[in-house]
Every structure is written in C-alpha cells, then in structure tokens.
C-alpha cells in the first residue's frame, strides 16, 4: 500500500536531481572548458527544483523538525568538520554558524518548515506569500551582511521554490493536470525557453561566475545585479516546470527507489567527494574525467540510495530512536 501511495513523477525527479548534485560536485575537481559550461548549466537549476521538490512533499510536523532536520543538521555538521579537520588536515573557521558546504540546505530547511505554519493559518494569502519571498529573493542582495552566516542568503533567495512546491501539493496540483490536458504544447514551449537558456548561457559562459548560481553572496559580494539574479531564478523556475512537464509518471527501476532515499546520499556523499579532491582521483584527461565522474555518481547514488545504506545510517539520519 505504501508503494502504490508513492508520486512517481516526484520521486523521479528528486532521483535526477540528487544524481546532478553528486555530479555537479564531482565536476568542481577537474579543470575543462565543457566541463566548465557543463557546470554552469546544471548549476544553474538543480538546487532551485531539487528544494521545489523538496517543499512538495513539506508538511508541519514539529517531531520532524527535530528529528529529520535539525538532528542530522547537528550530526553531520559536527562529523564533517573533524572529516574535514583531522582526515583532510584543513580548518574551519566560524563552524556554529556557518553551515559546512552541503549542510546548508538543512539549516534552510529548518527556517522554511518553521514558516509553514503561518502559510497554513493564512491560506487565503498563499498567492501573496509567494510574491512577496520573489521580492525578498531579489532584494536581498542588496544587504552584503546577508550571506553564508547560517545560510540566510540562499535561504532567502530559494524559499520561493520550496513554498511553490509546497502549494503544488497542496492547492495547485490540479492546474497543472489541467495544463496538461492542454496537450504538449506548454511542454514544447518549456522546451524551447531552456533551449534558448542553454545557448545564452553559452554565449555569456566566460562571463558568468559560478558564486552566482551559489545564491549565497549579495550583489556587491558578488559582483553582479538584480536582474542577473531574477534572470538566473527566472530559468530555474522554466527548468522546474518543464521538469513537471517530462518527467514519466510512473515506477522506474532503480530511479524511483533512489528518488525515496535522496537524503542518505546528500548527506553522505560529501564525504567521498572530499575524499577524491584530497587524492586527486580525476586526474586524467577532460574526456576520461567526465566519464569517470558520470561512473561514480550512477555508483554512489546506487550504493547510498537505498534502504540497506538508510536503515545502516538510520541514527544519524533521524532522531526517533530518542523516543524509546
């Protein structure tokens, strides 16, 4: 019964994403024009759908704030800064509040789920909520104390995504079936809009730098404007749809059990990802680069996205052994 319960379209849209988050951080150790593009285009959108996907699947608990969020937050945080400081050699400075790279998204998630509430109670104002965080994702780039300091800057400027994807479970999801039943032209024109995203991107490549699609630095930080931020938000939201729009609504093997488990794998995969930058595994050439770090992202999602790795993991994933 749990499995017929399951959203296949959702689950297989977070098993694309987190396999392109593993990638994507695999793409940071090794040099290369293409690969550099490469890196711009799935930067430029993973993170924004993965937390729309994310806030789908939200729901106000506060035993889960705890015990799913804040807990593992507290786990992982502490055992990648002594990962970091006594296996790799390196230190951290400001670690109670600054989130250890990957861990920030914990941290903002912490900060969405406390405001569910307040969406939920005022149900009538869930259209304005989402302008007025659009607003707030824009202007708060124009406050250089907004950044990696608990993670505020990206969870300003992504909370529009979780709180889409929080009223598309909730109220929206029959408009888009509707807009599928229209045919395939919306997807066709998605299509299109990310086509012309892609070739822009190439064109503007050299320009573009990668803390911009990190959502983390304010626009003098940063060196760039409001309307390259609304510009990259922009394209993330077409991703995020046209992701709504092709994804198969049905079970596939091994993507949609990876897509109930994403969770073991961000959390866990850090560790390898530091592990093969500390030994200088890729190494080779651009060619031989990309295929081996397309290999051992399809592996660690496989060897971490599963229930033998979570149920292993369990005490640091969840808190509800506290209960007994």
């Not at 959702?10 to 396999?19: E, R, T, V, Y």
């Not at 090794?30 to 993973?46: C, D, M, Q, R």
């Not at 300003?156 to 009223?167: A, E, M």
């Not at 573009?208 to 922009?234: N, Q």
Request: proline content about 5%; overall charge positive.
């Amino acid at each position: 019964m749990e499995q017929m319960a399951r959203n296949h379209k959702m689950d297989n849209g977070k098993a694309l994403l987190i396999f392109l988050v593993v990638f994507g951080h695999f793409l940071e150790l090794f040099p290369g024009n293409f690969k550099a593009f490469l890196y711009l285009v799935i930067y430029s959108f993973h993170m924004p759908a993965f937390v729309f996907f994310s806030g789908y699947f939200a729901a106000w608990k506060p035993g889960r704030l705890f015990q799913r969020i804040l807990y593992p937050y507290l786990c992982f945080q502490v055992l990648y800064l002594l990962f970091e400081t006594y296996c790799l050699g390196n230190s951290f400075p400001h670690p109670f509040t600054r989130p250890y790279w990957l861990m920030w998204y914990l941290i903002s998630m912490a900060f969405w789920y406390l405001l569910l509430p307040v969406i939920d109670r005022l149900k009538r104002f869930r259209g304005l909520f989402l302008a007025v965080t659009a607003a707030l994702a824009l202007l708060s780039g124009f406050l250089p104390w907004i950044g990696y300091r608990f993670g505020l800057s990206r969870t300003i400027v992504l909370f529009p995504f979780f709180l889409g994807g929080y009223l598309c479970h909730n109220s929206w999801k029959e408009r888009l079936k509707i807009l599928k039943e229209k045919g395939a032209w919306p997807g066709l024109l998605l299509l299109a809009a990310i086509t012309g995203s892609i070739l822009l991107l190439w064109a503007v490549r050299s320009a573009v730098e990668p803390d911009w699609l990190y959502h983390s630095v304010s626009y003098a930080g940063g060196h760039y404007s409001l309307w390259i931020r609304g510009l990259l938000l922009l394209n993330a939201g077409i991703w995020t749809l046209w992701l709504l729009f092709a994804l198969p609504d049905r079970r596939i093997p091994f993507l949609s059990a990876l897509g109930g488990h994403t969770m073991a794998v961000y959390l866990l995969h850090g560790f390898f990802i530091k592990a093969a930058e500390a030994n200088g595994l890729l190494n080779g050439s651009q060619q031989e680069n990309l295929l081996l770090a397309f290999l051992m992202s399809l592996l660690l999602c496989f060897l971490l996205g599963n229930p033998v790795t979570e149920r292993v993991f369990r005490f640091l994933f969840s808190a509800k052994w506290m209960e007994r």
